[in-house]
């Protein structure tokens, strides 16, 4: 079951994309049908209870709120999505926090890798960001880069490749949103985007179902 939810939120989300231009409405179901999903992965894996699976738990709730508004246009919708996907990140964080102590090597390598890509990243679309967006867009930029440095930290000290990858595709997956928003409006963006933001979400519930996991919870 856990396997056919896990295709459910990767085809409907991108069913959600290719639906963009042709129905507003259909590509809003077809999206909440794939944040649904993906949270339900952890309802229906019955996972243990520790801090880790609660915080990411939660942030998968936090994700569905930011799906569905971000499902919706306009600056209020936007920067509620902003907000939600933010609480999402920092809940992801925590959850790494409460998996493990953090691998020192892996932290001051990944601090260095995203300290430097965050910039490139904040340079490049401050052109294209509205006066009014730019702190948060800001804020929210360094809040996915303590998510990713976490993801890494957490994993190097117990070693669980899904975590990491998770946190670099959801991180891959809000850039694209930012293009799409901001820079260059393109289905290319929604289509690899929305695959990469499902693929990540998927991937972070079935850490919190299917082990390895080892933390003090």
């Known amino acids: 079951m856990i396997t056919v939810l896990a295709i459910s939120a990767v085809s409907a989300g991108l069913a959600s994309a290719l639906l963009t231009n042709r129905s507003v409405l259909w590509s809003r179901a077809t999206k909440i049908l794939a944040s649904t999903s993906m949270v339900a992965i952890v309802i229906i894996g019955d996972p243990a209870i520790n801090g880790y699976t609660v915080f990411i738990s939660a942030g998968l709730v936090a ?5 569905l508004a971000l499902s919706f246009k306009g600056t209020r919708a936007f920067l509620g999505g902003l907000v939600s996907l933010a609480l999402a ?3 992801y964080t925590a959850g790494f926090f409460a998996r493990s102590t953090m691998d020192v090597a ?3 390598f990944a601090t260095f890798l995203t300290a430097a890509m965050a910039v490139l990243i904040l340079r490049w679309l401050s052109p294209h960001v509205p006066v009014q967006l730019r702190i948060p867009v800001a804020v929210y930029t360094l809040i996915i880069a303590v998510m990713v440095i976490a993801a890494l930290g957490t994993s190097g ?7 990491p990858m998770a946190a670099v595709l959801f991180a891959a997956s809000d ?3 930012a293009r799409q928003r901001s820079a260059k409006s393109q289905v290319a963006n929604r289509v690899v985007g929305l695959a990469t933001y499902y693929a990540a979400q998927v991937l972070f519930a079935i850490t919190v179902v299917s082990p390895p996991f080892r933390g003090d919870g």
Not at 157 to 163: C, G, Q, S, T, Y
């Open 106 to 108: 892996s932290v001051a």
């Open 89 to 91: 990140h920092a809940l």
């Open 175 to 177: 850039v694209l949103v």
């Open 157 to 163: 000290a117990v070693l669980d490749p899904r975590i």
């Open 63 to 67: 994700s569905w709120f930011g799906d």
